[in-house]
């Protein structure tokens, strides 16, 4: 009974079909009546099932309701079933990389005139990652005939950092843009008061200090400070990946510079991008909330992997620098180092998470060597005036800035 287009009969329908029949055919020989009820209804049911048998080969696909989702966030995922005759449908799911499913087993099954339930699916790290994969298996009509189960491929899913809880205080400092949402040390047009002087030709009459005009018996205006914009370029440390994939060195890396690139980008500021290691991506700098998505999506392709050459940060002349690394790279040291020779304002950010644990006493050795060889490199930037924060959330950076912005224009070594 085996159908070419790959439905096959039942296990119920093939005991119906016996034990009706046998039941049918005891009660004519033996003359007993009461087979008769106990085996009219599984003949009665067994012809249902046959008059439904499919004709023609259905087809499943898996279908996601997003194709981007952010850390954690959820997406219901379920199968889209074409063809004749098909009543039921079992859909298990595959659990997938750093992903939770509800129900935790990943199985629902239901009607297709019904709403067909669905599997919701969670990823917990960012990154590329296929949702979805598993089995389905379709029952006709009276559940006469099945199909399958048979294997099905998820569909891709771009998960995007969750930026880390963040926000700042503190205005980048020396920002050199044109408009922005930073006080600049320039006098112009904008809103903190700067001081009051004499009025000169051109300036507002909205902007004559009307009280101290009248006491004085000269004219005087106030001035404020211009806000400017500023150009951050976030520099990705992805040489190498320290501690627990969650948890990691890049992990920390890559959610600090989602939140940065938030807080700035709704500040108006001008953000670019470099990975260093992995496959080396750079944005170019840009503001707004198309370029903070393709930032995100950079960043959430960032793979671990060493680079032939110098390390260069590619930074323009005025950009704030921020480096996020564990420093546990000599030669990345030595860029962060020849980036402040610059003149530029270079702050790092340190993601070497607290605990990283080895495999035996050799490496553990070894590991505690690298870390005394990493405090030195620490101490000789904060010698050289770059400062090395760990990242802690909500104000890492106020206080460093601040200080920043004390600070005298760097000269650029010759």
Known sequence: MNDPTGWRPTAALTRAVIVGLLAVSGAVVLQIPVLVVLGLPLVLLAAAGLLHRPTSEPSAVVRTARDTLREGATTPVGVEVTGHG?????????????????????????????????????????????VGD???????????????????????????????????????????????????????DGTEYAGTRPFQVGDRLRRVNWRVSLRTREMYADTTHTEDDAGVLLVVDALAEFGTPGASSIDLAVRAAAALAEQHVHDGDRVGLRVIGGRGQVLAPGAGRRHLRRLLTILAGTVAGRVDGALRAGVRSGDVVVWLTPLLSLPLAAAVAATADRGLTVLVIDTLPANVEQDDELTTIAWRLRLLERDAVTRALAASGVPVVRWRGPGTLDEVLRRLARQPPRVRAR
């Open 134 to 188: 598993g089995a389905a298996g379709l029952t006709s009509a009276w559940g006469g005939f099945r199909w399958g189960p048979t294997g099905l491929h998820g569909s891709p899913v771009l998960v995007l950092p969750a930026p880390a809880t963040y926000d700042a205080n503190a205005s980048v400092p020396r920002p050199v843009g044109l408009v922005g949402a930073h006080r600049s040390t320039r006098v112009g």
């Open 86 to 130: 098909v009543e039921h449908v079992v859909h298990a799911v595959t659990r997938p990389a750093y992903g939770v499913m509800k129900p935790a087993s990943g199985i629902v099954s239901g009607l297709l005139v019904d709403e067909f339930p669905q599997v919701s699916a969670a990823v917990k790290r960012w990154g590329p990652v296929t």
